[in-house]
C-alpha cells in the first residue's frame, strides 16, 4: 500500500521482554556496559508526559511539528501489536518535537478515526495536552521498549542511529484510546547524561 506522507516505522533491532517492560526494568543486567543509565530508564519506562520531561530538561517549551496525519487502514507489521485493539477505521499521526532549536524526538500515532477527530482537534498541541484537558483522568501503560534503526530520522535528528525507542497505550475509563511510538534523539544526554552504562 502505498503511503505518500506516512514515513516508515522504525525497526527494531533488540526488544526487552514484554514482561520486564510490564515490571517497570528493562531487560537489561546492571552489569551489562549497554545496560540503560537511571535516568534514561525514568525517561523511557516511567509513565510520565515526555513533552512534559522534555521541557523540564531542557526549559524550553516543547513544539509539535505534525509530519502526516492519515487513514491508515492496514497497518500490518509496522505497528506494535496493541494496535489491534483499537477499533476501526484508524489514523495514523507522525510528528517531530522540538525544544528551541532541538529536535529531541519523533513519535507515531494510531487512532480510531473517530476518537481522533474528538481529541485532535489542535494538531500541533501535545497529545498529554489534548487529553488532559478539564483535567480529564487519563492512564498510560508502556508496553513496548526498543533499540531501532530508523534513518529516514537521521536528518532531523542530526545524528545517526541506533535510537532508544518505546510504545504505550493511553486508557480512559478502562478503553484504550491511542497507541503511541516515540523515539528519542541521543541529543537528550545532554541533559540526561549518556543512554547507557559505559564499561569500566
Not at 45 to 71: C, K, N
Not at 151 to 169: Q, V
Request: hydrophobic fraction near 40%; charge should be negative; include cysteine.
Amino acid at each position: 500500500m502505498t503511503r505518500p506522507s506516512l514515513w516508515p516505522s522504525p525497526r527494531p533491532l533488540w526488544q526487552a521482554a514484554p514482561e520486564a517492560v510490564a515490571a517497570g526494568i528493562s531487560g537489561q543486567s546492571e552489569g551489562d556496559s549497554g545496560a540503560l543509565s537511571g535516568p534514561w530508564r525514568l525517561l523511557l519506562l516511567g509513565d510520565g508526559s515526555p513533552t512534559r520531561h522534555l521541557q523540564s530538561l531542557t526549559g524550553i517549551a516543547v513544539e509539535v511539528e505534525v509530519i502526516a496525519m492519515e487513514a491508515d487502514a492496514d497497518p500490518g507489521g509496522e505497528a506494535p501489536p496493541e494496535v489491534a485493539e483499537l477499533d476501526q477505521p484508524l489514523l495514523r499521526r507522525q510528528v517531530w518535537l522540538r525544544c528551541g532549536s532541538h529536535t529531541l524526538a519523533w513519535a507515531e500515532s494510531w487512532w480510531n478515526q473517530t476518537e481522533a477527530d474528538q481529541h485532535l482537534q489542535e494538531r500541533s498541541q501535545p497529545i498529554w495536552r489534548s487529553l488532559t484537558a478539564n483535567r480529564a483522568e487519563l492512564y498510560r501503560e508502556v508496553d513496548g521498549l526498543a533499540l531501532v534503526e530508523a534513518p529516514a530520522l537521521e536528518p532531523g535528528f542530526g545524528c545517526p542511529g541506533p535510537y532508544w525507542s518505546r510504545h504505550y497505550r493511553f486508557f480512559r475509563g478502562g478503553r484504550e484510546l491511542t497507541v503511541i511510538r516515540e523515539v528519542f534523539s541521543p541529543a537528550i544526554e545532554q541533559w540526561l547524561g549518556p543512554a547507557q552504562h559505559i564499561a569500566s
